[in-house]
């Protein structure tokens, strides 16, 4: 069965500061991993990351995947209050998302 | 406007009671998905439909229907079966099946007492 799990649970940091979120998961046929930012309804998508090793990014935050240790994190630089959100990850084993519980991040002014 | 509506965006229902949820979408995306969130999970996925009147369960289809007559539309129906309704519901498409970013509605709440 395929899994997807995320740590840490929830992380309060101040504005400003750096965080790395992280994603770890079991599968049996990648096919890619996405991460969405969910502040108070939808979720947004933010990357789909699909090969080892390469860096997508966009402005302050940037992820990559690591196929061979099953994991991706997600980082974000100089934090605005504006990233207070939850931060899933979600596998794509071609035939559906399995979502992991995601990271609840507040950030303080 | 191109996006995924969800309505209504709260919705009060008494147990024993069937209720419907819409999800309209105008991406021209072949595929939809029923989630359910609950408090400080992630999302669990209900049913899924790959084309126009084909839809397939996910892992919590119990309690649960859905129909896929248009494209555009995937209505799902929480049942008086459904043990635990209350609920936050998040419909999602994609324009195509596996390897697809999904596109999320602004999902509706559901209360049951």
């Known amino acids: 069965e395929d899994k997807v799990v995320q740590s840490p649970l929830s992380l309060v940091v101040h504005e400003g500061d750096t965080v790395t979120l992280n994603c770890s998961y079991e599968?049996?046929?990648?096919?890619?991993l996405l991460w969405y930012k969910q502040e108070k309804k939808a979720p947004t998508f933010l990357f789909m990351l699909t090969s080892s090793g390469i860096e997508k990014k966009s402005g302050r935050l940037s992820s990559i995947l690591d196929k061979k240790e099953l994991f991706s994190i997600l980082n974000i630089t100089a934090t605005q209050t504006g990233d207070s959100a939850v931060y899933l990850c979600?596998?794509?084993?071609?035939?559906?998302?399995?979502f992991g519980g995601g990271t609840r991040l507040m950030v303080k002014p | 406007d191109g996006g995924i509506t969800q309505s209504p965006k709260y919705l009060f229902r008494k147990e024993g009671q069937n209720v419907t949820l819409s999800c309209e979408q105008n991406?021209?995306?072949?595929?939809m998905y029923w989630y359910r969130q609950d408090p400080g999970q992630g999302l669990r996925l209900i049913y899924y439909?790959?084309?126009?009147?084909?839809?397939q369960k996910g892992d919590i289809a119990e309690g649960y229907s859905v129909s896929r007559e248009k494209k555009e539309s995937f209505p799902l129906t929480v049942t008086s079966a459904q043990k635990n309704p209350t609920a936050f519901y998040l419909c999602?498409?994609?324009?195509?099946?596996?390897?697809?970013?999904?596109?999320f509605g602004p999902g509706t709440r559901l209360t049951v007492t």
């Open positions: 999602a498409s994609s324009m195509g099946w596996g390897g697809y970013e999904q596109y």
């Open positions: 991406l021209n995306h072949d595929a």
């Open positions: 979600a596998l794509n084993a071609g035939n559906m998302l399995t």
């Open positions: 439909s790959q084309i126009v009147n084909d839809f």
């Open positions: 599968v049996t046929n990648f096919r890619s």
